[in-house]
């Protein structure tokens, strides 16, 4: 799908410019812009950083002022620790690229302003801005750097469009049991358990045998743990009667 345009201004370090590059590419975004570089263009030390994200940086567009780089968009997002004395609507970067997402479907054109390192984005450029994004970071220590404010937002981009699992689990090579599989499992160490006098006193039994099921459904067990236990089972029987 499309996506927004990443616009550094006035960047005053070739390694937080490839760093930058390097963070969108790790989520899948790779239009940048860069208005006015403090070190010039192209720079080595960008490319450098970069890593792997060069091509971003070879197809970055490059430009004077602010207002060339924003011409073509139709909403401009700015990230600032603060408003500047200017009344704007101020959204987290996770609300900022839902937004973002619905307004790139509904056909729009985006982009999300960074600052220079040192001071930010001055109030020209936020004054061009739809919306202010502010990273709820530590009051005491509000500073971000370049790229790591970059990464942010392109990880939120990715949290929004991509297909990124809360949570999951890396099956090594195996899967979930099925049903009957784990009907199996119970039902070999009930008899084992019965024969070894394990449901003991009589009338207490089957609530024993119930919590011994309800605690086989509890255990979200893979198809090896399953081989592993009745294995289990298996060697101590067969431990107990050499003994015998």
Request: charged share 25%; net charge negative; glycine share 8%.
């Amino acid at each position: 799908m499309s996506q927004p345009v990443f616009v550094l201004i006035r960047p005053q370090m070739g390694e937080n410019i490839g760093a930058a590059a390097r963070a969108m590419w790790n989520f899948g975004l790779d239009r940048m812009r860069i208005v006015d570089p403090r070190d010039g263009w192209p720079n080595q030390r960008a490319v450098a950083m970069a890593s792997g994200a060069g091509r971003l940086l070879d197809e970055a567009g490059l430009f004077d002022g602010t207002a060339d780089a924003l011409g073509d968009r139709t909403h401009v997002f700015a990230t600032t620790a603060r408003a500047r004395g200017l009344t704007k609507p101020v959204v987290t970067p996770e609300r900022a690229m839902e937004m973002t997402a619905e307004m790139i479907g509904r056909g729009e054109k985006v982009a999300v302003m960074f600052g220079p390192e040192r001071a930010g984005l001055e109030n020209d450029d936020i004054a061009r801005a739809n919306t202010l994004i502010n990273v709820p970071v530590n009051p005491d220590f509000a500073s971000l750097n370049l790229a790591q404010c970059v990464l942010l937002c392109a990880y939120e981009w990715r949290r929004q469009t991509g297909d990124a699992q809360a949570e999951r689990v890396e099956l090594a090579g195996t899967e979930w049991a099925s049903n009957i599989e784990m009907e199996k499992l119970a039902e070999h160490y009930e008899s084992r358990l019965d024969e070894a006098g394990f449901f003991f006193p009589e009338h207490k039994a089957e609530g024993m045998k119930l919590n011994l099921r309800n605690l086989w459904s509890r255990m979200p067990l893979t198809r090896a743990d399953v081989q592993m236990l009745h294995g289990v089972l298996r060697q101590m029987v067969r431990w107990k009667e050499r003994g015998d």
